[in-house]
């Protein structure tokens, strides 16, 4: 089964503090994204990386920074940590293989990370 | 980009009773993925179907590709089967991101 984790569910952090989100997974998958989920605004992608160094922005870049050095692991950065960046961060990974019909880019969701900023 | 409607938005119903959800997406789609999001925050994966149908259990999907739609069937519901369930799609140009509907919630009554 594929397995993805994240370093916290749940994290409390103050207005201006540099924060780390980390994902990690197990299934030797290329490509990983994270997500930020709001109610009524549903699920948005904020980057993703399809190899190892490489990153490109999602939906809703602004505020936010990643890091990809190992193909498992995946990290999130808020720089400067806001209110309005309060909210539910979820990873996911997934095959970049285009020649498997059965799997490409089915992506798998790590349990989430409830972020409040205050 | 690629707009997705899923309907109803919200759904009661009594336990053991059938329910059909729907997502509607406005292009053609490499990737088409059903979710179900539990009550603690997790995303888990029903079904990946960009096209025909597919079974799981209670569970099933169909996906009509040429005319742009999805149908999720639960059968026999069961108080565990709430949730809000998500239908996702990658569009047409295989960049791979997924864009997601605004999810039906579904809730069962014992």
């Known amino acids: 089964d594929v397995k993805v984790t994240q370093s916290s569910r749940y994290l409390v952090k103050r207005t201006g503090e540099k924060v780390f989100l980390e994902c990690v997974q197990d299934?030797?998958?290329?490509?990983m994204f994270w997500y930020r989920q709001d109610p009524g605004l549903g699920l948005r992608l904020i980057y993703f990386?399809?190899?190892?160094?490489?990153?490109e922005k999602g939906d809703i870049p602004e505020g936010y920074s990643v890091s990809r050095e190992k193909k498992e692991r995946f990290s999130l950065i808020l720089e400067s940590a806001s209110t309005n960046q309060t909210s539910m961060y979820l990873c996911?990974?997934?095959?970049?293989?285009?020649?498997?019909?059965?799997?490409?880019?089915?992506?798998?969701f790590g349990p989430g990370t409830r972020l409040t900023v205050l | 980009g690629i707009q997705v409607e899923q309907s109803p938005p919200d759904l009661i119903l009594q336990e053991g009773a059938n329910s059909t959800l729907r997502c509607n997406f406005s292009?053609?789609?490499?990737?088409l993925q059903w979710f179900h999001q539990n009550p603690w925050g997790q995303l888990i994966n029903l079904f990946y179907i960009p096209s025909g149908t597919k079974q799981n259990g209670r569970l099933s999907a169909t996906t009509v590709a040429t005319e742009r739609y999805s149908l999720l069937y639960i059968s026999s519901s069961q108080t565990t089967d709430s949730g809000v369930y998500f239908c996702a799609v990658e569009d047409r140009f295989g960049n791979e991101k997924l864009t997601f509907g605004t999810g039906t919630r579904l809730t069962i009554i014992p």
């Open positions: 990386s399809y190899d190892v160094k490489m990153k």
């Open positions: 299934m030797d998958h290329e490509n």
């Open positions: 292009d053609s789609v490499n990737n």
């Open positions: 996911a990974s997934s095959l970049n293989d285009r020649t498997d019909p059965i799997s490409y880019n089915e992506q798998f």
